[in-house]
């Protein structure tokens, strides 16, 4: 079975970090770009970071630069979205995605194949 698994989201209080994880089953994450998006209640989804298949290059959405670092371990499959200082607006269903193109400045969402169920991020004190 072809899926991404996101791991890592949960409550947090303003000004913290939580580091969520994305681990693909059933193909090689390596030779795809990794791409992580949110959506908040009431609001459409949107671009948080992309990390290409070898890396380079790498995208981070105006909410994510500076606070935000995406990585990914192709040993274990797996891609990563670092996320400092965190902000009670940051509050929403986080989703990574796989796609064969690499990142561009644009989020293109129909690109990505492969997605996984989403994780919950709550910043709240």
């Known amino acids: 079975q072809l899926q991404l698994v996101e791991r890592g989201g949960g409550l947090v209080q303003p000004g913290g970090s939580l580091r969520l994880s994305c681990t693909a089953s059933?193909?090689?994450?390596?030779?795809?770009?990794i791409g992580w998006f949110r959506q908040a209640p009431g609001k459409e989804r949107e671009g948080v970071s992309c990390?290409?298949?070898?890396?380079?290059?790498?995208n981070y959405g105006d909410l994510a630069k500076g606070r935000f670092t995406i990585s990914r371990d192709n040993a274990k499959n797996t891609g990563y979205l670092q996320m400092n200082s965190l902000k009670p607006e940051d509050t929403a269903v986080y989703y990574c995605?796989?796609?064969?193109?690499?990142?561009?400045?644009?989020?293109?969402?129909?690109?990505?194949?492969?997605w996984g169920q989403g994780i919950q991020v709550t910043v709240s004190s």
């Open positions: 995605a796989a796609s064969v193109y690499s990142c561009s400045a644009v989020f293109y969402s129909d690109e990505y194949e492969y």
């Open positions: 990390i290409s298949a070898g890396g380079e290059p790498t």
């Open positions: 059933g193909f090689t994450l390596e030779d795809y770009a």
